[in-house]
């Protein structure tokens, strides 16, 4: 069985610091890998999605980067938090294109203060 | 965006009861979903409504899908409290790797 873990589970930053969550799928070999950010409250908004190691595609700016330096991991950072940062952010995958189901973690929420 | 409507709203029902969600989108979309996000967790989807389908069932979910209107519904029978959570619908971008979600569904069943 599939399982994606994320971490941490809750962060609490300071505006200006830097930040790194992460995202490991286990079970699934080769899987398209997704970051989602959703404000409390508020809709899901994909951030990036990657098809293969190495290889990530921006959706939309937000001042963040993603990474993905082994076939099961993601990884989501910033040099730089803002406080429009804040909000809960969701790793995703799947076995095909975004058309078919997607299999969310449970979450990092995130607050920048 | 892709959405049209504004299809944030809440809805509180008593257990027992049915229940209609709705969101129309903009664009041309290969399949709609619905995922249904309960607090503090990630999404899960429920059903998903091919563009060459115009209803879906799974269990106490019906999904239609109306191409020429560009709207999509998800009905739930005889709700549970276990049901409780926000209801979102999704598209696919005409078959691009962006998942884009309408504003979302809180449904609240009262025991």
């Known amino acids: 069985a599939q399982t994606i873990h994320q971490w941490p589970v809750a962060e609490i930053k300071a505006v200006g610091s830097p930040l790194s969550l992460g995202c490991t799928i286990k079970?699934?070999?080769?899987?398209?890998l997704y970051w989602y950010w959703q404000a409390t409250g508020g809709t899901l908004q994909q951030l990036f999605y990657?098809?293969?190691?190495?290889?990530v595609e921006s959706v939309v700016q937000l001042n963040l980067s993603a990474s993905r330096p082994k076939d099961d991991q993601f990884i989501l950072s910033t040099e730089k938090l803002l406080l429009s940062h804040s909000g809960f952010y969701l790793c995703?995958?799947?076995?095909?294109?975004?058309?078919?189901?997607?299999?969310f973690g449970p979450g990092t929420r995130l607050t920048v203060l | 965006s892709q959405w049209g409507e504004e299809n944030l709203q809440a809805l509180s029902i008593q257990e027992g009861e049915d229940v209609t969600m709705n969101c129309s989108y903009k664009?041309?979309?290969?399949?709609v979903q619905w995922y249904r996000q309960k607090s503090g967790k990630g999404p899960a989807q429920l059903i998903l409504?091919?563009?060459?389908?115009r209803e879906k069932r799974s269990g106490r979910l019906r999904a239609t899908l109306d191409t020429s209107s560009q709207s999509s519904s998800l009905s739930i029978t005889g709700t549970l409290a276990t049901d409780t959570a926000v209801y979102f619908c999704?598209?696919?971008?005409?078959?691009?790797?962006?998942?884009?979600f309408g504003s979302g569904t809180q449904l609240t069943v009262m025991p």
């Open positions: 995703a995958w799947s076995l095909w294109a975004s058309s078919y189901e997607q299999y």
């Open positions: 079970g699934k070999s080769s899987p398209n």
């Open positions: 990657s098809i293969t190691v190495g290889q």
């Open positions: 664009t041309y979309t290969t399949v």
């Open positions: 409504i091919r563009s060459n389908e």
């Open positions: 999704a598209t696919d971008s005409s078959g691009s790797w962006q998942l884009i």
